[in-house]
């Protein structure tokens, strides 16, 4: 957990701005979100498995006292499975809904960087299939010669999660 902790350091010390992103490792693709909906990064810990719930939804925790689901997004766009290690961390992201904000965790394999991206840098995805899900991409952005996949964690709050915790 001393690389969470040290991603963790890097945020709390970066000032706010919608162009700013977190990214982290998922079978070796960099990906990101937005800086200001990460409210925290936790080791992998046991969570509390949900019944007929969707596999990638691997439960909940208590975290002070809010339920959140921890999803692993290596599950949710069917990739190959990995055995959880030190380097496998849960991303605690703010999801907005609409009429309310929830809480979720996503599992992923490692953190990596803290980006500031411009739009001359970001591109909308293009139109044809992909293993991803195309709701869950906001955009591409082009980084020191390596492409980032921004993800919308706001598309993760779908009918299946929903209902697993109604």
Excluded: H
């Amino acid at each position: 957990m001393n690389n969470a902790a040290a991603i963790q350091d890097d945020i709390v010390g970066v000032p706010g701005d919608n162009g700013q992103y977190l990214t982290f490792i998922l079978a070796n693709e960099e990906y990101g979100v937005e800086i200001l909906r990460v409210q925290e990064i936790r080791g992998w810990s046991k969570v509390t498995p949900l019944p007929n719930s969707p596999e990638y939804l691997k439960g909940v925790i208590n975290l002070r006292g809010t339920i959140v689901p921890i999803i692993d997004l290596r599950e949710r766009f069917s990739l190959e499975p990995l055995e959880y290690g030190s380097t496998t961390v849960v991303i605690v992201v703010r999801v907005e809904n609409g009429e309310e904000d929830r809480v979720m965790g996503l599992v992923v394999d490692a953190v990596s960087e803290v980006y500031t991206l411009g739009d001359s840098q970001c591109q909308l995805p293009p139109e044809f299939g992909s293993r991803l899900e195309d709701k869950f991409v906001k955009s591409l952005a082009s980084v020191e010669d390596k492409m980032i996949i921004v993800l919308d964690v706001d598309a993760f709050l779908n009918v299946d999660v929903k209902a697993s915790l109604e």
